[in-house]
């Protein structure tokens, strides 16, 4: 943080210094500065210096790099070549590097240029040639540019400016609304500055500038905060959403900070808006990344740590806007605190939902008529995420539960999911799918809520009708209406998740640790593993598996050069075997975060004071007795007994989620799953004489009955959740 303050300050002791007003620097300059000054900040290490100019061969070349390789699934390792004289280049410039103004180094960053110059690489995939190639070309200029001989700087040019913001048909993708569109008009932004054209500066910068926007239905961010890349509508909120365009706009808004090219204040608000309500709530605890909205990328091994702080350390130079909460999410990042924030969140335009406490965080996410369910394998990788989004319901305490597990992952087998057994999954080509059914959504006041699915997959038509029903200290899940035609099992999993502690069972009334290994078991009432708690409202048969299982990345990838040694984890998995054709089979268990063992044994007998009120194919609903919230799935109109004397009634398909104390209802929050209604219409038990925006109760004493009439929301907020209190 103290860098990007005492940059901003020594900007302003600049223009603040009193000489005449022809040697102080003109925002331009200031910015230019601010740009090489983020470019240099990182710290050098002469033993990498050693090493890049040791593989350099006499051409210019290296020797680690197979240049004839374009295609994509190589993934263009062309890229490290520019990037390595990127770092040649700051090693150069920087005083306390052993390397500085060294002669050498200057040569072969020349030499290295010049060998790309006269070859000039271009990859078969598009980002390669108009995002990775320009970015590190114009960061080498503005760190050296002067240096270099003036015939090669002008030969690079013609590569920079492929990142083009304008499409060229056949020849440039050009700049794509959303994250493409930040991130090249920075590249060409950066290389206005290295050619000091302040006047086309200045029309990049104003693009950059109207990038913060709503555009729900197309590419970028959605009404509710979550993001779309393509027009798939596939979540993407984490990946491109973050990086190329959160991150990259807020990179721009220090740059041009007290600049006449700063960026307006409603922007940046904006802009913090989307951090702390779209993607700080689809990371863990805002801390960790969350493997639920992984796409593709989901096949490359990754490192586990806390994200950085630069992103917010940027906002705050520019707004004190909910300061606080950013303030916070430092904090968290840093380990200087705890979580503490509770949250249900559903992101309507996305079909993905988010429930924290200050001690787990889990997530469902789905699909359906309105949007696909995963991205396409682009590239190679992600080839094994067909059942991504069926439901998928990944449950984390500490944030690397399922870190790196994919390599020996069952990817027909996935927690939360519902999958017929193939003997193998569908090629790459059949993996992105259109939704086949549209009643998918939840109901949530915020800080509770409730999810529902009517699922059919559209790569084999199994079919499922799944809900789940979250509260403060467990959540519950159901399923009903499981059907399929094949001849082949079809699987419900609890979990499947790295193995991290003994396995203990309740079975037929006695607790028992469990050797390694795979089994059925039957009258099962509860599974402990790794703090969490399983248990069966009704003992039932599982099959549980705490055993070693193996794989490779070159398995889950059709990318080159990955590594084909095999990886062995000890992996614990719960599930439900449906068995082949299954029709109208139901199931159902309560999933118990960071619970003691003790605790899981003392409180299961109770099923933890709540009540499945229904599992059937019209309506899906549970009651939790000690904070009085019950949560209902209406698939069709239909009626629940809440308790005695108190029912609820639903005239078409939604959601309704009641807070009750003493047998009345303080709270009612209502949703419409399907988007298609204007208006819900609920009858309730007891007399309620409220009135309110947006809904009208009509009470009848004497049939001790309320009738209310709620509007939903319509457009851009169809799908999102209406709370009205009694």
Not at 459 to 468: F, I, Q, R
Not at 524 to 533: A, E, L, N, P
Not at 608 to 616: A, D, Q, V, W, Y
Request: net charge negative; with cysteine; charged share 25%.
């Amino acid at each position: 943080m103290r860098s990007i303050f005492n940059s901003v300050f020594v900007a302003l002791i600049l223009v603040l210094t009193p000489f005449s007003s022809y040697t102080q620097p003109n925002d331009f300059e200031i910015i230019k500065d601010r740009v090489v000054t983020e470019l240099m900040k990182t710290s050098v290490d002469d033993k990498r210096v050693e090493e890049i100019t040791g593989r350099m061969n006499n051409d210019g070349s290296f020797s680690d790099i197979n240049y004839e390789d374009l295609s994509r699934t190589a993934g263009f390792p062309h890229r490290h070549h520019t990037g390595d004289l990127v770092y040649l280049a700051k090693a150069y410039k920087n005083k306390s590097s052993d390397f500085y103004q060294d002669k050498d180094v200057k040569t072969a960053i020349i030499k290295g240029l010049k060998f790309w110059v006269k070859h000039d690489f271009v990859g078969d995939n598009w980002h390669n040639n108009q995002i990775s190639t320009p970015t590190n070309l114009v960061n080498l200029m503005l760190i050296i540019g002067d240096e270099i001989p003036e015939e090669l700087v002008k030969k690079t040019q013609p590569m920079i400016r492929r990142a083009t913001m304008e499409q060229v048909p056949g020849v440039f993708y050009g700049a794509r609304p959303g994250g493409d569109r930040i991130a090249i008009a920075g590249i060409v932004a950066k290389n206005f500055l290295f050619l000091n054209d302040k006047e086309t500066f200045d029309e990049v910068i104003q693009i950059i500038a109207g990038e913060i926007k709503f555009t729900t239905g197309e590419r970028g961010m959605q009404h509710d905060y979550s993001f779309h890349h393509r027009h798939d509508r596939v979540n993407n909120t984490t990946s491109y959403g973050y990086g190329k365009y959160a991150n990259a706009f807020g990179e721009w808004s220090y740059y041009v900070a007290g600049t006449r090219y700063a960026f307006s204040v409603d922007k940046i608000n904006q802009l913090v808006d989307y951090y702390l309500d779209g993607i700080y709530k689809q990371l863990v605890y805002g801390i960790y990344e969350d493997i639920s909205v992984k796409n593709r990328s989901i096949s490359n091994k990754a490192t586990f740590g806390p994200r950085g702080t630069e992103e917010i350390e940027r906002l705050l130079v520019s707004t004190d806007y909910r300061k606080d909460e950013l303030e916070e999410i430092m904090r968290l990042r840093k380990g200087e605190a705890k979580p503490l924030q509770s949250f249900a969140k559903f992101f309507w335009q996305t079909e993905h939902f988010v429930f924290q406490r200050p001690n787990f965080y889990t997530t469902v996410r789905m699909f359906s008529t309105r949007n696909r369910n995963m991205e396409e394998p682009y590239n190679g990788p992600g080839k094994t995420t067909h059942h991504r989004a069926d439901g998928t319901n990944y449950l984390m305490l500490k944030g690397d539960e399922y870190h790196n597990i994919w390599p020996v992952y069952d990817w027909q087998k996935i927690s939360g999911t519902t999958i017929l057994q193939k003997p193998e999954l569908y090629g790459p080509d059949e993996i992105q799918k259109e939704g086949l059914t549209g009643f998918v959504g939840a109901v949530t006041d915020g800080l509770y809520g409730a999810v529902v699915f009517d699922f059919i997959s559209p790569h084999d038509m199994t079919e499922a009708k799944k809900s789940w029903f979250f509260f403060d200290n467990e959540y519950v899940c159901l399923g009903t209406e499981i059907h399929s035609t094949q001849d082949l099992p079809v699987v419900t999993t609890v979990n499947q998740v790295l193995m991290r502690s003994d396995v203990t069972v309740l079975q037929n009334g006695e607790m028992k640790k469990l050797p390694k290994g795979s089994r059925e078991m039957e009258n099962v009432k509860w599974v402990y593993h790794d703090k969490i708690g399983y248990i069966l409202p009704e003992p039932a048969t599982v099959h549980v598996s705490n055993q070693p299982e193996q794989g490779r990345w070159s398995d889950i990838t059709d990318q080159k050069n990955i590594s084909e040694e095999l990886i062995t984890e000890d992996v614990f998995m719960m599930y439900f075997n449906h068995g082949t054709r299954p029709d109208n089979v139901s199931y159902q268990y309560i999933v118990v975060p960071d619970v003691s063992e003790k605790e899981l044994a003392e409180t299961a007998g109770s099923n933890r004071s709540i009540e499945i009120l229904s599992n059937s194919s019209d309506i899906q609903a549970v009651k939790h007795k000690e904070p009085g919230i019950c949560q209902m799935a209406f698939y069709k109109s239909g009626e629940v007994g809440i308790s005695e004397g108190l029912n609820v009634r639903m005239d078409s398909q939604g959601m309704v989620m009641l807070k009750m104390e003493e047998n009345r209802i303080n709270e009612l929050t209502v949703s419409d799953p399907s988007r298609k209604l204007n208006r819900l219409l609920i009858t309730v038990s007891g007399v309620y004489n409220s009135a309110g925006d947006g809904f009208v109760a009509y009470p009848d004493k004497t049939q001790n009955k309320t009738i209310l009439l709620v509007d939903l929301p319509q457009g851009v907020f169809a799908g999102k959740s209406v709370n009205i209190k009694l």
